[in-house]
């Protein structure tokens, strides 16, 4: 099986950062993609970024292009997700997830814990 742990939420002001790292374990083997998803309570989980593990390609939604960064350290089998000009409408539930590329979609089957980001205005 496989593990994700998430880490790095917490809560800043509009215009700051935050970097979330998540740390897999288990049989990385398992995957070729690693992504973040996140969740807004009352709203749909929506992908944000996904990167393949084995290419190193990466994919964003557009409401974040510019903004965030994935990036992976094969090495320690970790991502991260570096968030710049953070605003009040990435305030959600971040999730890390592990799972196959599908159309260009990173198709979970392990899921994290979730991490929560709050941005004030």
């Known amino acids: 099986q496989v593990q994700l742990v998430e880490s790095g939420g917490g809560s800043v002001q509009a215009g700051g950062s935050l970097r979330l790292s998540c740390a897999a374990s288990g049989y990385t083997w398992y995957y070729n993609c690693m992504g973040w998803f996140r969740q807004a309570p009352g709203k749909e989980r929506e992908g944000v970024a996904h990167?393949?593990?084995?290419?190193?390609?990466?994919y964003y939604a557009d409401s974040v292009k510019g903004r965030f960064t994935i990036s992976q350290d094969n090495a320690k089998n970790t991502v991260y997700l570096q968030m710049n000009s953070l605003k009040p409408e990435d305030t959600a539930m971040y999730y890390c997830a592990a799972g196959v590329l599908r159309m260009n979609i990173c198709r979970p089957n392990y899921w994290g814990q979730g991490t929560q980001v709050t941005v004030s205005s």
């Open positions: 990167i393949s593990t084995s290419i190193g390609s990466t």
